[in-house]
Every structure is written in structure tokens, then in C-alpha cells.
T-cell receptor, first 114, second 114 residues
Framework: AQKVTQAQTEISVVEKEDVTLDCVYE???????LFWYKQPPSGELVFLIR??????QNEISGRYSWNFQKSTSSFNFTITASQVVDSAVYFC???????????FGKGTLLTVNP | DAGVIQSPRHEVTEMGQEVTLRCKPI?????LFWYRQTMMRGLELLIY????????DSGMPEDRFSAKMPNASFSTLKIQPSEPRDSAVYFC????????????FGPGTRLTVL
């Protein structure tokens, strides 16, 4: 069975602070994909990143960075110099092997205060 | 390019009524997914289609739910009869090829069954 755990239910920071959202996953598949999606207050799900299990290089996109560590089954997401517009629920998800469905974590509500 | 389109965005109905949710996937995408989001269960896959054929409907909660994809550019999710516990946000997502590419989500339909 596949499982994604986002232990942080809610995080509150002040603008310009750095914040890291944790994601731990479980799968028996050797080939799998990890994702992060953002759900702002308006409700849509916005794709942020997709990473396959064979690529452990960290990725940086502007203020966003992702740290993938297979040894600890983690795929953490860091926002540098957070902004109020970053306030949203962030979901980590896993897609593995022949199971085409995305298994989502429960999400982390990030609130960035001015 | 247009993203995934869903209609209606909001639906309020009374228990026992038939509800039909509609989705137009991104042009050229061959896989289509229906998800449901609730506070209790989070995001869960209901059904997915590959090349208009239903592949996995194990997430459909019961016989009151049915989904069709008559062509590559249109899918429906029908609930008949609806019940208050069906109240949720229903998302449609599409990808170029299930299991090998990113799922992009529509804006969702917020369903309220009174």
C-alpha cells in the first residue's frame, strides 16, 4: 500500500521567513513519482513539481526548493523569503508503479502573515 | 492553452435529485481522472479513464455514482440519487498518459446536497 504523511497540519510564519513543509512517503514500488500541489484559498489545485524516484537531485525554482532523500523516504519543500501570496494548503502526493492514481497526504495549511 | 474545464463550479441540490458534473480535459491528454475532496477523507480518486475507456473505478463509492467519457474531450460524473454525504468538491484532472506524466487539475465543482 502507498501512503503519504504530512505531519504538519498547520504552519504560521511571518513574511520573509523561510519555511519547510515535510513529506514522508511509503511505497514498495521501485519506480514512482512524487509531486507537490498548491491549493490556494480559491480552491484550485496547482501543480508545482514532479520528481521521479531515480532523480535525487535537489531542485530549485525561484523561491521554491525541494529536497528528495530516498534514504529517509522524504520529499520536503522549502519556501525561501515567504510572501503572503504563498498562503495556501500544500499537498504532497505519490504515484507509484502501475497504480496510476495519486495518493495524497492530508495537506499542510501554510499561513504567511504580513 | 486552456486548462481542464469543469462545470458547474457550484451546485446546490436537494437530497434525491440527480446531479451531473462535467469535465473537458486538456486537448491531447489521453487520461482523465475524477477525484473527490472532503474534510474527513481528503483527496481520493474515484475513477480514471485511459483513451476514453474506464480503467479503474474501484474508488467509486457506490452504485449511485457513475461516470462516462463518450469522447476524448468530454466526461461526466453523475450521482443519482444524491445524498447529503455526497457534499464535497469534485475535481477532474487530465494527463498525457496515466502513470507517465503529470495530472493537471480543473478548478473543481463544489457540490452541496441539502
Amino acid at each position: 500500500a502507498q501512503k503519504v504523511t504530512q505531519a504538519q497540519t498547520e504552519i504560521s510564519v511571518v513574511e520573509k521567513e523561510d519555511v519547510t513543509l515535510d513529506c514522508v512517503y511509503e511505497t514498495r514500488d521501485t519506480t514512482y513519482y512524487l509531486f507537490w500541489y498548491k491549493q490556494p484559498p480559491s480552491g484550485e489545485l496547482v501543480f508545482l513539481i514532479r520528481r521521479n524516484s531515480f532523480d535525487e537531485q535537489n531542485e530549485i525554482s525561484g523561491r521554491y526548493s525541494w529536497n528528495f532523500q530516498k534514504s529517509t523516504s522524504s520529499f520536503n519543500f522549502t519556501i525561501t523569503a515567504s510572501q503572503v501570496v504563498d498562503s495556501a494548503v500544500y499537498f504532497c502526493a505519490l504515484e507509484g508503479g502501475s497504480n496510476y492514481k495519486l495518493t495524497f497526504g492530508k495537506g499542510t495549511l501554510l499561513t504567511v502573515n504580513p | 492553452d486552456a486548462g481542464v474545464i469543469q462545470s458547474p463550479r457550484h451546485e446546490v441540490t436537494e437530497m434525491g435529485q440527480e446531479v451531473t458534473l462535467r469535465c473537458k480535459p486538456i486537448s491531447g491528454h489521453n487520461s482523465l481522472f475524477w477525484y473527490r475532496q472532503t474534510m474527513m477523507r481528503g483527496l481520493e480518486l474515484l475513477i480514471y479513464f485511459n483513451n476514453n475507456v474506464p480503467i479503474d473505478d474501484s474508488g467509486m463509492p457506490e452504485d449511485r455514482f457513475s461516470a462516462k467519457m463518450p469522447n476524448a474531450s468530454f466526461s461526466t460524473l453523475k450521482i443519482q440519487p444524491s445524498e447529503p454525504r455526497d457534499s464535497a468538491v469534485y475535481f477532474c484532472a487530465s494527463s498525457e498518459l496515466a502513470g507517465e506524466s503529470t495530472q493537471y487539475f480543473g478548478p473543481g465543482t463544489r457540490l452541496t446536497v441539502l
